[in-house]
């Protein structure tokens, strides 16, 4: 079986964090980007990197290699959440990428990708977009591979347990679909860069992203996960 027809069974729903929550005012993390002294949050928050570049580029890689990709980015988280789940019990493999920037408290410096611990599929979704973050992030933007968090619901760190709320729900699908929390740079690495330095950096992170979907695609298929 080619690799285009294994991402054509593939479903992508991509939950984006932050912004457009309805219930309240959500930016995100924010930083001053270009130096100014001032953090403008319509042009550096979170949200607006998110929607701006990143999501867009690994939406435009997957339908490009063949999968059906959804990007919920509005509404209330459990709305959010909802709509995922509605997506993935209709498929007949989903992969739900929670796409989030900046991860751990202020004394954190490494990118993360966050799986659910009781999950075979989970941890091999998150081990094929770290090695893809990895093989493309650019070299100023990856001081080492992500930290692969397994989240067991417990965790006593509020960051912590706010990533684990989200795998919970993504947990909570059929066993044709996964989940994963990526967090794949701090939003502070930008500063000081081009604005086309940041652009191409963005790029090369979601062709990672892109990559390592990939690649778990042809994993499950392979071990019979998908549905049939």
């Known amino acids: 079986m080619s690799q285009l027809t294994q991402m054509s069974q593939l ?5 984006v964090g932050h ?8 930016p995100g993390v924010t930083h001053d980007l270009d130096g100014d002294g001032v953090v403008e949050v319509s042009t550096e928050s979170e949200a607006r990197v998110l929607r701006d570049l990143l999501v867009g580029v690994i939406r435009y890689g997957l339908a490009s290699e063949g999968a059906t990709v959804h990007v919920i980015d509005a509404g209330p988280y459990t709305e959010r959440h909802a709509t ?15 796409a989030h920037i900046d991860a751990g408290s202020a004394s954190s410096s490494r990118p993360l990708i966050g ?14 977009v770290a090695t893809g973050w990895g093989m493309h992030a650019p070299a ?27 795998l919970y729900e993504t947990w909570r699908t059929p066993r ?3 989940g994963v929390l990526l967090e794949p740079f701090h939003l502070a690495v930008l500063a000081g860069k081009p604005w086309y330095d940041r652009a191409v950096a963005l790029i090369q992170v979601a062709q990672g992203v892109v990559v390592g979907v990939d690649r778990w695609a042809a994993w499950a298929v392979t071990n019979k996960i998908a549905r049939t």
């Open 19 to 26: 912004g457009n929550r309805g219930d309240r005012d959500d």
């Open 176 to 178: 044709w679909c996964t």
């Open 84 to 98: 995922a789940r509605k997506i993935a019990e209709a498929s007949s493999l989903c992969a739900i990428l929670h």
């Open 115 to 128: 799986y659910w611990k009781a999950s075979a599929e989970g941890r091999e979704l998150a081990e094929q």
């Open 140 to 166: 100023w933007m990856r001081p080492e591979q992500p930290w692969m968090r397994a989240y067991v619901g417990d965790e006593e760190e509020q960051w912590a347990r706010n990533g684990a709320a989200l």
């Open 11 to 15: 479903t992508v729903a991509i939950v």
